[in-house]
């Protein structure tokens, strides 16, 4: 068994020196190829001095990623209060690159993630509903608030009443949930609707998060 | 990108909270900083010298979301300015504003250029002429208003760069520079 791995292991290096092209310019590739060193227990972002990083130089790659993740997340964090629409920020992330002809996938953000939490950065992948969200201030988010993030996806907002409705909720847990989302800069109030509704919308599951971005 | 004219409104004027006074204070630092970056940027574009708080002004409402600002909301944008020293009320009563795009201390600065490019260093001229004469066309001073170029003026009086004197009617103020 250990010497069928270490054969497979070499013609996987065999397979990534003939194939560095792909793996460094094609996303589905890279992340194809993600998958198969994880099914031989290789890392190939586990050392940027090893072999696959000397060979592909992907340890670069991600460091790189991982750095404009960072600035991109500092920089939205004053509109989103450091959550962020994985989505957004790979897009945003595109657009910093946009020079660089190295496409970057939501896979890769997400291995550039993981990456920055190895450094005990605080950062986090969280999912809501079908989005996933990725976390750059240390808040705990329970439950609850994340079913809110989940039901606000639909309109970028929510009514303490649709709470309530929708979540099967009381009207006090309901306002808790809202009042620390609010508190934690997730959230932002809009009383200008005509119905005379108190909306809370949330920057991190709507495109607004761009706002800020480059200044 | 919605515009306004040929001004292009930021991307926060198309996100209905920003339209409601934030009650946590971080979230409302934030919002308060973006408003007071967009009321100077349009009004310096647009060379507005005054917004009267009460009066129509395109940047108080965004039709295309439905969306306008409470009177509270107006006022503490432009109290923000004021505090910044890029406003100053004109009225007790906080009802207009005068919007400093440039500093007073600015102003006097590009006077004192204009005066210079001008060779004008020790003619005389009139307040009217300054901001609407033939010199000044195509410059900022051109169509300054009258208040922000008077305090302007005033300041350099008092630094002796010039000195301000009565005309025969009260719209003619003379002004003498010694630079």
């Not at chain 1, 920055?116 to 969280?126: D, N, Q, R, T, W």
Request: aromatic content about 8%; charged content about 30%.
């Amino acid at each position: 068994m250990k010497e069928q791995l270490a054969t497979f292991r070499s013609q996987l290096e065999e397979f990534a020196r003939k194939h560095r092209n792909d793996i460094r310019k094609n996303p589905a590739f890279r992340s194809q190829f993600h998958e198969m060193c994880a099914k031989v227990g290789v890392d190939p972002l586990a050392s940027n001095k090893g072999l696959w990083a000397e060979l592909l130089g992907i340890g670069d790659f991600y460091y790189e990623l991982g750095v404009q993740i960072v600035e991109i997340c500092l920089a939205t964090r004053p509109h989103n209060g450091g959550l962020i629409n994985l989505q957004e920020l790979c897009n945003l992330l595109r657009q910093k690159r946009k020079h660089d002809r190295e496409a970057v996938s939501e896979d890769d953000c997400l291995r550039a993630i993981s990456k920055l939490k190895v450094m005990g950065s605080g950062f986090e992948v969280i999912t809501a509903g079908k989005k996933k969200l990725v976390r750059s201030v240390p808040t705990e988010l329970k439950k609850d608030h994340n079913e809110i993030l989940e039901l606000a996806q639909a309109q970028g907002f929510v009514a303490v009443d649709e709470v309530e409705r929708r979540l099967s909720w009381t009207l006090g847990r309901a306002i808790d949930a809202l009042d620390t989302l609010l508190d934690e800069g997730l959230a932002m109030i809009d009383d200008g609707h005509e119905d005379g509704k108190r909306r809370y919308w949330f920057p991190c599951v709507s495109s607004i998060s761009s706002v800020g971005a480059d200044s | 990108m919605q515009k306004l004219g040929d001004f292009k409104l930021p991307q926060f004027f198309n996100y209905p909270p920003y339209f409601t006074l934030q009650p946590v204070r971080e979230t409302r630092e934030k919002q308060v900083q973006l408003w007071k970056e967009l009321i100077l940027e349009y009004c310096r574009t647009q060379k507005i010298f005054v917004i009267g708080l009460e009066e129509e002004f395109p940047l108080f409402s965004n039709p295309e979301i439905e969306r306008s600002l409470s009177h509270e909301a107006r006022e503490a944008f432009v109290s923000a300015l004021v505090s910044d020293g890029r406003a100053e009320w004109l009225d007790k009563g906080h009802r207009k504003c005068l919007i400093l795009w440039h500093r007073i201390q600015d102003w006097a600065e590009i006077i004192i250029n204009f005066v210079k490019e001008n060779g004008l260093e020790d003619s005389v001229m009139t307040v009217e002429e300054i901001r609407s004469g033939i010199e000044s066309r195509g410059t900022e001073l051109h169509g300054l208003d009258r208040i922000i170029l008077m305090r302007a003026l005033k300041l350099l009086e008092h630094k002796g760069k010039l000195a301000i004197f009565k005309g025969t009617t009260a719209d003619d103020e003379g002004v003498k520079f010694s630079i």
